[in-house]
């Protein structure tokens, strides 16, 4: 056989099988135990928008089935048509020689032209109907002679096409009113997990709302198959066999979510052994290494991690090429672009990292911002533009490396994208919103660095825009004086977005009775830090300074959060119990605000850059846009009386 048998045991990984090796396995077992693509079924034409054809269409009549006109006009004999000319016009006889038509009536026994109804003039001559003509007409001329579209027995669709609306029209149109298309794989999807619930149900500590399985679901549509989603199964052993034995009674190929893993409740591995065989069990990849691959009743089983990310890369490596097969077509080649490493990524050596990342098109160069790295982050792939594969063997990539990415947005799309790196602020997310919704072509993508990240990113060329709010301690000024000393060999257009209240984020009621800096140095108050180069951080450092503390006194100053939302979520959650964030934030998760200090929030444009529509587009909505105006002061602790004025200008 093409595959070892592996006993599966719990609390151990049996496999770390390399990536290429893993899929090597699995089409191995697709060839072997894959004769062909599904049987065929009979499917009304009008129902087989985006089925494969399961044989070759060929045309039952032809298109048009008898001669018809072309144009409105009269149908006549050509050959009658001959002498007339403009100092000569010729008279035919209505009906005698001349039959009116209109556009797709059938011409009439014993004509063979049409002259259009603008190129006659009729009239009563001597008593009598006529049409009067200028010139003579050709034979068959405004006439769609019969099979001029399609031939009776013509081929009007190969075999393994995919139906598309015009293709329908052309099958309909050569006779055929129901056809063959392969069946759809069917695909059974099991979510497991007893901490699980349905969206929509009331919620308790310890709940996951069901997701992944609608995820997987839409995939396995979107790939040509056909989902059956279970309700959640319980972690429990004999409840999920019973489940998968069922299901591959019924199904073509079984999905099993979570429980791929090495833990207590880990069963996926075991219910496939017991009923079948397991191909392997873990893939050295990340994320998604405790992915497992068998066979039961002859059926192909996926047991798919229970993170979304690594469920969603897993499903994108085995379960397509799977589904693709079923139907007999080849696995489409991803679309992949070069681009340039913003930062430098590093990466744990002896494992296949995919990495997440965002691109934007910066003056002639593509580039790739890495974003969150968590199996669990499924915003991350909501904001992905595509992945950036690092081998196992190799540690990471240098800033500025040249890299292949694997699309997940068009190309299109990419190109009309704003890139802005720098301080996250919610009022951004708006005005990412309104830019799509006002001009649809353009998109803003937001990668959340810092103040001081968004600085040094315009300085190498990365960013269209930076999002800021640095204080210089000297001159009680925000932002100015960093543009003039960091990017001073560039023009630099600096303009204002917002003014926002900075202060402590606390759970309501402020049970740790916190109200200043000096709180933070007591035993039992937790803080959570932002992260370095941010304006945030740098107005904690200014306040500690001036009263004397240091940051290795104040428990908690070494956890970062990267925005202003993931403070206020850590707060919220009992992680720390404060933090400093904007009011905004707190206000959004019903958190208690303390008031630090009013600051000024800036977008740093280099004017290179002016000359780009969606950058102009970007401005008309900060400085003309009061829906979005209107919309930011909704959020609370905005003042936005100098939206869109110019702050500086070099």
């Known amino acids: 056989m093409f ?11 049996l496999e770390n099988t390399p990536l290429e090796e893993a899929l090597e396995i699995w089409q191995a077992a697709l060839s072997e135990l894959i004769s062909g693509p599904l049987p065929a079924e009979s499917v009304p034409v009008h129902e087989t928008l985006g089925r494969l054809t399961a044989e070759a269409v060929f045309a039952l009549i032809s298109s048009p089935f008898y001669h018809s006109s072309a144009m409105d006009g009269f149908a006549v004999r050509f050959g009658d048509t001959f002498g007339s000319s403009e ?39 001597d008593g009598q109907d006529v049409i009067e003509i200028i010139g003579p007409a050709t034979p068959w001329q405004h006439v769609r ?12 669709l190969t075999e393994s096409h995919r139906i598309r609306p015009v293709d329908i029209g052309a099958m309909l149109s050569g006779g055929h009113t129901e056809i063959k298309v392969r069946r759809r794989p069917r695909i059974a999807v099991i979510p497991t997990g007893t901490e699980l619930v349905e969206p929509g149900e009331s919620l308790k500590k310890g709940n996951i709302i069901e997701f992944n399985s609608r995820i997987l679901s839409s995939l396995v549509e979107q790939w040509g198959g056909k989902a059956i989603r279970f309700s959640p ?7 999920i066999t019973e489940t998968l034995r069922k299901a591959c009674e019924l199904y073509d190929v079984i999905v099993i979510n979570a429980g791929s893993s090495a833990g207590s409740e880990d069963y996926t591995a075991r219910a496939i052994a017991s009923l079948g065989k397991v191909l392997l069990h873990g893939v050295n990849i990340k994320p998604g290494k405790p992915v497992v691959l068998g066979w039961v009743l002859g059926k192909p089983v996926l047991g798919i991690p229970g993170y979304p990310v690594s469920a969603y890369i897993t499903f994108n490596l085995f379960g397509k090429v799977l589904i693709h097969a079923l139907q007999g077509i080849e696995l489409p080649v991803a679309e992949v672009m070069k681009a340039q490493l913003s930062r430098q990524v590093a ?13 934007g098109r910066v003056n002639q160069n593509l580039i790739a911002t890495p974003i969150s790295r968590g199996a669990g982050v499924l915003m991350s792939l909501v ?14 990539y240098g800033a500025g490396t040249e890299v292949p990415v694997e699309m997940l947005r068009g190309k299109d799309e990419i190109e009309n994208t704003i890139v802005c790196i720098g301080s996250h602020d919610n009022a951004l997310d708006l005005l990412s919103n309104q830019l799509r919704r006002t001009y649809p072509k353009f998109s803003l993508s937001s990668a959340h660095v810092g103040s001081m990240g968004g600085i040094m990113a315009l300085k190498k060329g990365e960013a269209h825009i930076a999002g800021t709010h640095l204080l210089d301690e000297t001159t009680g000024e925000y932002n100015v004086s960093f543009l003039q000393r960091l990017l001073k060999e560039k023009k630099m257009l600096l303009i204002n977005l917002v003014y926002r209240e900075q202060g402590f984020m606390v759970i309501k009621g402020n049970p740790r009775h916190i109200s200043n800096f000096e709180d933070l140095l007591r035993s039992d108050v937790c803080f959570i830090n932002r992260q370095g180069g941010s304006g945030t951080r740098l107005l904690t450092d200014k306040h500690l300074k001036e009263k004397g503390i240091s940051p290795g006194q104040i428990k908690g100053y070494d956890r970062e ?19 400093l964030g904007i009011l905004a934030a707190a206000s959004a998760l019903g958190l208690a605000f303390i008031p630090v200090a009013k600051e000024r929030y800036d977008i740093a444009i280099p004017k290179d850059f002016l000359r780009m529509e969606q950058i102009n587009a970007m401005l008309d909505i900060i400085r003309n846009d009061r829906e979005f105006r209107s919309s930011v ?16 200008e070099s």
């Open 633 to 648: 002061e909704k959020l609370g602790g905005y003042d936005v009386s100098d939206m869109g004025t110019v702050m500086y």
């Open 383 to 396: 904001r992905a533009d595509g992945f950036v594969r690092i081998p196992a063997m190799s540690e990471g």
């Open 3 to 13: 595959y070892k048998e592996r006993l599966v045991k719990k609390g151990i990984y």
């Open 347 to 359: 990466s744990s050596l002896g494992q296949e990292e995919f990495l997440r990342v965002k691109l």
């Open 233 to 239: 199964v319980p972690d429990d052993i004999e409840e």
């Open 145 to 156: 002679v019969i099979g001029e579209d399609i031939v009776s027995t013509e081929l009007i």
């Open 87 to 125: 100092t000569e016009p010729k008279s035919l006889l209505i009906p005698k020689d001349a039959v009116y038509v209109d556009t797709g009536d059938p011409i009439p026994e014993g004509f063979n032209a049409v002259i259009m109804i603008e190129d006659v003039n009729r009239m009563v001559k």
């Open 561 to 579: 959060e990267y925005t202003h939302m993931g403070v206020a979520s850590a707060v919220l959650t009992g992680l720390a119990d404060t933090g």
